[in-house]
């Protein structure tokens, strides 16, 4: 696969508290030779703090605007449901596709997360090699057959 140059400018925010899952994640894009760059945060609160530019963030250029959001729902502090509900209640941020990955397989969370505007939800894969097909399949389809809005823009 080649490098798609303007694949290196669409980055994804990976919010994810778990080390273990993050660094399957970045294994299965380097596997995978997909080549946008990473974000993470590690809790639903740096994440917003992320998504808004403040705090640590606040700096210009310190949080581009990610082309898409992986997000997990079982998060220390603010979890992932209200960060998703927050971001698609934000004028500003509610076109940001999100993602939600996680282990929950829970009817109740799969409803609320699309109700509050999840663009997908996937549950984790168990192994690697299911890693390696769910990331390829997410990113072939945000990233080469839909068309997203300008990640730069904002």
Same mark, same amino acid.
């Given at each position: 696969?080649?490098?798609?140059?303007?694949?290196?400018?669409?980055?994804?925010?990976?919010?994810?508290?778990?080390?273990?899952?993050?660094?399957?994640? +970045?294994?299965?894009?380097?596997? *995978?030779?997909?080549?946008?760059? &990473?974000?993470?945060?590690?809790?639903? /609160? #740096?994440? !917003?703090?992320?998504?808004?530019?403040?705090?640590?963030?606040?700096?210009?250029?310190?949080?581009?605007?990610?082309?898409?959001?992986? +997000?997990?729902?079982?998060?220390? *502090?603010?979890?992932?449901?209200? &960060?998703?509900?927050?971001?698609?209640? /934000? #004028?500003? !941020?509610?076109?940001i596709?999100?993602?939600?990955?996680?282990?929950?397989?829970?009817q109740?969370?799969?409803?609320?997360?699309?109700?509050?505007?999840?663009?997908?939800?996937?549950?984790?894969?168990?192994?690697?090699?299911?890693?390696?097909?769910?990331?390829?399949? !997410?990113?072939s389809?945000?990233?080469?057959?839909?068309?997203?809005?300008?990640?730069?823009?904002?």
């Amino acid at each position: 696969m080649t490098i798609n140059q303007a694949e290196l400018g669409r980055y994804i925010l990976l919010v994810e508290d778990s080390d273990v899952d993050y660094e399957t994640v +970045l294994r299965a894009f380097r596997k *995978g030779n997909l080549n946008n760059p &990473v974000i993470r945060c590690e809790d639903g /609160d #740096e994440a !917003l703090d992320y998504l808004y530019r403040r705090n640590q963030f606040a700096a210009l250029g310190a949080a581009p605007r990610p082309a898409l959001v992986l +997000l997990d729902l079982n998060l220390p *502090g603010t979890d992932g449901r209200e &960060v998703l509900e927050e971001m698609k209640s /934000d #004028e500003y !941020l509610k076109d940001i596709p999100v993602i939600v990955m996680t282990t929950s397989s829970d009817q109740r969370d799969v409803e609320r997360c699309y109700k509050y505007g999840a663009n997908s939800y996937v549950a984790k894969p168990v192994s690697f090699e299911g890693y390696m097909e769910a990331v390829q399949r !997410l990113h072939s389809y945000w990233f080469d057959t839909v068309m997203l809005p300008d990640s730069m823009s904002g």
